[in-house]
Nanobody, 123 residues
Framework: QVQLVESGGGLVQAGGSLRLSCAAS????????MGWFRQAPGKEREFVAA????????YYADSVKGRFTVFRDNAKNTVYLQMNSLKPEDTAVYYC????????????????WGQGTQVTVSS
């Protein structure tokens, strides 16, 4: 009973930056974890980053550490993924997702999903 609406995807040149947004609404878990995943054509969905809403604890995939930052705006009930130093291999459909309590990297353990937003990084 959580609705997630994503925005912010687009086309960007390698080395550029992009910020994705995920607005959450509806009934949420007592302690929600918001995750970001991506899926490139022909590849499996992979974990990118996650944030625990209470306290703001974050976790990142090795492939994006130092380049991506996940953060939240409590007033807007929105989580963001700031993507810097983008590489062509970052090209994928990016999804936000929600689950309860614990940061995990397995997509199958997240209960709610946004519609996805395309990020394309040109070389």
């Amino acid at each position: 009973q959580v609705q997630l609406v994503e925005s912010g995807g687009g086309l960007v040149q390698a080395g550029g930056s992009l910020r994705l947004s995920c607005a959450a609404s509806g009934r949420t878990f007592s302690n929600v974890v918001m995750g970001w995943f991506r899926q490139a054509p022909g590849k499996e969905r992979e974990f990118v980053a996650a944030i625990m809403w209470r306290g703001g604890v974050t976790y990142y995939a090795d492939s994006v550490k130092g380049r991506f930052t996940v953060f939240r705006d409590n007033a807007k009930n929105t989580v963001y993924l700031q993507m810097n130093s983008l590489k062509p291999e970052d090209t994928a459909v990016y999804y936000c997702a929600a689950r309860a309590d614990t940061i995990v990297i397995a997509s199958t353990l997240y209960d709610y999903w946004g519609q996805g937003t395309q990020v394309t990084v040109s070389s």
